[in-house]
Structure formats: structure tokens, C-alpha cells
């Protein structure tokens, strides 16, 4: 993930990029659209509060609970293909 990043993949890789699961090359791709692309810089936030709300409530996360959330949060991040 070099260079420039789409909508849709800085989508499917922001839950990794919250989990500290992505490579740096990957971060720093991430955080380079993340820069420039105020719809997935929300889509980012939105992810982060519902995390840490979810560990303020101390429950277990549900992760397909957690992405079907998501990803209607993060439906506007559909900005361009
Ligand atoms: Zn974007």
C-alpha cells in the first residue's frame, strides 16, 4: 500500500490502522490520506470513540457488532472510487 490511497482502502485498512496492526509503510500511507481526505479522517475519529467507549463500558468488543457499526458510520466515506 505505497503511494496514493483510495477511499475504500483507507476504509478497509482503518481498523487495523486503530489496532496498531499495519506496517509503516502503511501507516504512513494511511496517515497521508487520513491528511487529505476529511471523510475518512471522520470515518478515523468515529472509529476511535466507539473504541474507547466500548473499553470505558469494560465490555468485551464484539468485533462483527463493531463492524457492522461501522461501517454505517462510515458510509459517507464512499467518496470516490
Ligand atoms: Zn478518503
Known sequence: MIGQVACRQAEQALQSYVDRALSDDD???IERHLAGCQAC???YRLERQIRDGLRKAGDEPCPEA???RLRNLCAECDCEE
Open 27 to 29: 501507516v504512513a500511507a
Open 41 to 43: 479522517a471522520r470515518c
Open 66 to 68: 463493531l463492524k457492522t
